[in-house]
């Protein structure tokens, strides 16, 4: 990849539409779409003023490819910090490429995925974390993820890592300068100021590495899994939450043999729902598949919807035994859940009415200990006032609805919202989504609690001189102080080409 040739991409979505936006950026931008632009009102494009749009034809000889708006970027304000030409054509696939071609035959070469914003990075437009958020905030799907990728790409993120580290930088010099006079005994470092300091920094650190949770699971979107015995509404109540029909829903037990996914927004936050299939004894080969798949999914789910049948007097089957899994990748205390609350273990009803959903609850909860469990009665229209309020005493925490009816899907919404420890992004505090940042937090924070403990135990100025100068090393990798060509090709191929 070379940083001084004139690139060209198409920075509007592939495909046809009313219209499509082509880049151009480098130092030849303006010279080689010069001659191609032929203004209505006779203008030399080279010769206009910067941040100016004209009106003309892009034109291929003597044919005419198409009538175009041309904004012009002159020298460092700019997108990428240097010439920038941005042509608005008709929005057809051929045009666009007609006008792309033109421009390759010109002396453009075609942009490589990302490299527009690694201009910009390189260029000192943007520092490293705020041209990662650039690809977050274009990914991003709901106000959650969307709020968190423009307040990091506005730098408030990098402001925080900024902050610390000149501050710890201003006490290594000073820490270094001891080391030239090491005969003399002196201090330059006050080590009270530089104990506060250190504190306050362990404390911003693991601040912000206990907001990787959330903010991983708000950028991923929080998956939920729907289980229960089948023919219990599982299908209808993921139905009622799309408000689309998008699983089968029949009186049929065992309709939902693999698993249904979809992904709708709650609060602004991103929720992934699993349909899973009934679970039940069964000597069919599919169902079972099936029945295993529905444990996996439990396995990778950070909230657990355990929906029963309310109307039913008898439940006979129970859950089989299941195989033991890997638990999930993010603990679900970190992610901000709440803890579970404990069943009474012994006031099982004198009736067999609910004996067996209690049951089959304990038996999630033994099974999953880590997992949220929200506790679902559905088919709620065909009971009475009095049997929902002796349900609701028997169930601790028990939401009542009736997926069919719609009734009480609202609350299920708001229950799940409230799992999400979302404080943070309303109070607009700094929350890591980025793993990559997210490892250079915690190897920072190994080398500040050295420098702690050097301080604790009067270290010698030369070996707390190592300490710091790594923890410098891993905050300047998060902004891009440092980098290598492979990090760099790591972060920007996610990227889209014309970005």
Do not use: W
């Amino acid at each position: 990849m070379n940083v001084q040739d004139t690139i060209v991409a198409l920075a509007s979505p592939a495909g046809a539409g009313a219209i499509a936006v082509i880049r151009i950026s480098g130092e030849q931008a303006i010279a080689i779409c010069s001659p191609l632009f032929k203004s209505v009102r006779g203008k030399v494009l080279a010769d206009q003023k910067t941040h100016t749009i004209h009106l003309g034809h892009i034109k291929d000889g003597e044919r005419t490819v198409d009538e175009v708006l041309v904004s012009l970027f002159k020298g460092t304000n700019s997108y990428t910090g240097e010439p920038t030409v941005e042509i608005s054509c008709h929005g057809s696939s051929y045009i666009q490429q007609e006008i792309i071609q033109l421009l390759l035959r010109s002396g453009c070469r075609a942009a490589q995925a990302g490299e527009f914003t690694l201009r910009s990075f390189i260029n000192g437009k943007m520092d490293l974390s705020q041209a990662e958020a650039v690809a977050d905030l274009i990914a991003s799907d709901n106000e959650a993820s969307h709020q968190i990728a423009m307040q990091q790409m506005r730098g408030g993120f990098s402001n925080e890592i900024a902050q610390l580290r000149q501050e710890l930088l201003n006490f290594a010099s000073l820490i270094e300068l001891e080391l030239d006079f090491s005969e003399e005994d002196v201090e330059f470092a006050d080590r009270t100021q530089f104990k506060e300091l250190i504190a306050r920094i362990t404390k911003v650190l693991k601040r912000l590495i206990d907001s990787f949770a959330t903010g991983n699971v708000i950028k991923n979107g929080i998956p939920v899994a729907i289980v229960g015995e089948p023919n219990v509404g599982k299908s209808t109540l993921l139905n009622a939450l799309l408000n689309e029909e998008r699983a089968i829903v029949s009186d049929i037990a065992g309709t939902t043999r693999d698993t249904i996914e979809d992904e709708i927004a709650i609060g602004g936050i991103g929720f992934r729902f699993i349909d899973t299939a009934g679970i039940r004894e069964t000597t069919d080969t599919i169902e079972g598949l099936g029945i295993k798949k529905t444990f996996e999914k439990i396995g990778q789910a950070q909230v657990v919807v355990y929906l029963f049948d309310a109307n039913h007097t008898t439940f006979g089957t129970s859950l089989p035994e299941k195989p033991s899994l890997p638990s999930a990748s993010l603990p679900d205390r970190q992610a901000g859940l709440p803890e579970k609350p404990s069943l009474p273990s012994a006031s099982l009803p004198e009736g067999e009415r609910y004996k067996e959903v209690l049951r089959e609850i304990e038996k999630i909860r033994n099974q999953f200990p880590l997992k949220s469990l929200l506790v679902v009665a559905n088919k709620a229209d065909q009971l009475t006032k009095e049997e929902i309020t002796a349900l609701t005493d028997l169930i601790p925490d028990l939401l009542v609805l009736s997926a069919k009816e719609k009734n009480g899907v609202d609350t299920l919404k708001a229950k799940l919202l409230d799992f999400v420890n979302t404080g943070a992004l309303r109070n607009d505090e700094t929350i890591v989504t980025n793993s990559r940042h997210y490892d250079a937090l915690i190897k920072a924070l190994e080398e500040i609690e050295k420098v702690q403990y050097g301080l604790d135990t009067d270290l010698s100025g030369d070996l707390m001189a190592i300490d710091i100068r790594e923890a410098l090393y891993h905050f300047g990798e998060i902004t891009g102080q440092v980098t290598n060509d492979e990090l760099l090709g790591n972060i920007f191929a996610n990227f889209c080409i014309g970005k």
